[in-house]
């Protein structure tokens, strides 16, 4: 028998990322076209356990679908983890009747989502939403594409001092153990070589790449890492490395951090948001719970939460090939 579902709560949790604001007015306006209250918890779990939260109504919403960041604030919330907090959290969904969840983050919101939802059995769709795009069981996560963009934008603009000053710099990019954002913009952006957590290229061989750049005459070189490379302790350290191995070239290091979560999500962003949320929604109401929503071959799907965050998505081997290639 299906649940009865009237009224829903929805979080952002775990780092922001382009397009959580559009996700929430997915909910929030899906809501109110299926007749359901919509309430959002300001900063992820940590808001559900004081109780701090807001009527969403389709009109609370209006322009938020190209805004950055989230209206609902994010935290992380090392009370949630423990048992006392998640009692409380539940008492105050169960004090204003909350019957399900639509948690929009990545794969920390989704793993205590799973706890929370095994211990007081509330249903819980999960919306992809992370930069990293390092969830299984969608080809895209939310904030993915406009964080590629972002990157790509970035490198195109050092490229060009770069060129002027004939140097070799190494742009250090997000995407943590996930090598996803760093394999597509340096092939997008045309670096040289690309650092990945997923292959160890090791010293050695970026030496000789480097040096055999040199020697086809290009006279600067733009090599992309993932913060997750295991090559060197760090960006910085690997810089000096080279630096002290290849004296004919001056390396230059440039950490792009923060400035790649920002920013007004791009179309494809707003559009998939837009698309998850509804699907979150309408899967609560049809008796679904503990799955995520994700995009599978332009088809917005659920699958099992659980192995979402149990498996990871594999790099493209064929960009990498391509990108040997293309760095002739």
């Known amino acids: ?39 959002g918890f300001y900063r992820g779990y940590q808001g559900m356990i004081e109780g701090d939260y807001t009527e969403l109504t389709a009109r609370s919403v209006k322009n938020i679908i190209g805004k950055g960041g989230t209206i609902l604030k994010s935290a ?107 394999l597509n913009a340096g092939v997008g952006a045309g670096a040289e070589e690309i650092l990945l957590p997923e292959e160890d290229l090791g010293l050695d061989r970026l030496l000789e790449s480097l040096q055999k750049s040199k020697q086809r005459g290009k006279s600067s070189s733009i090599v992309v890492v993932s913060e997750g490379d295991k090559i060197g302790k760090n960006v910085f350290e690997l810089a000096e490395y080279v630096n002290e191995n290849l004296p004919e070239y001056e390396v230059r290091v440039s950490v792009l951090g923060h400035m790649q979560r920002g920013g007004s999500p791009s179309c494809f962003d707003r559009v998939l948001a837009s698309r998850m949320g509804v699907k979150a929604v309408e899967s609560l109401l049809e008796g679904k719970a503990d799955v995520m929503v994700g995009l599978v071959k332009d ?11 149990k498996s990871s998505h594999s790099i493209n081997k064929e960009l990498l090939r391509i990108s040997d290639i293309l760095s002739v």
């Open 1 to 39: 028998m299906r649940p009865t579902i009237k009224k829903i709560a929805v979080i952002t949790s775990g780092g922001d990322a382009p397009g959580m604001n559009a996700a929430l007015r997915a909910v929030a306006r899906s809501c109110a076209y299926y007749k359901i209250e919509c309430i």
């Open 76 to 182: 992380r919330s090392d009370e949630f983890r423990t048992k006392e907090g998640r009692k409380k959290a539940y008492d105050n969904l169960k004090k204003i009747n909350v019957d399900g969840l639509i948690l929009i983050g990545g794969d920390g919101t989704f793993a205590g989502g799973v706890t929370f939802g095994k211990e007081y059995k509330i249903p819980f769709i999960g919306i992809p939403g992370t930069i990293d795009n390092d969830i299984a069981g969608t080809n895209f996560t939310i904030g993915y594409d406009t964080a590629l963009n972002t990157v790509v934008e970035s490198i195109d603009k050092i490229r060009d001092t770069a060129s002027s000053h004939n140097r070799l710099f190494f742009i250090e990019v997000m995407g943590r153990d996930a090598g996803f954002i760093a």
């Open 299 to 309: 088809k917005i799907i659920t699958s099992s939460i659980e192995e979402a965050i």
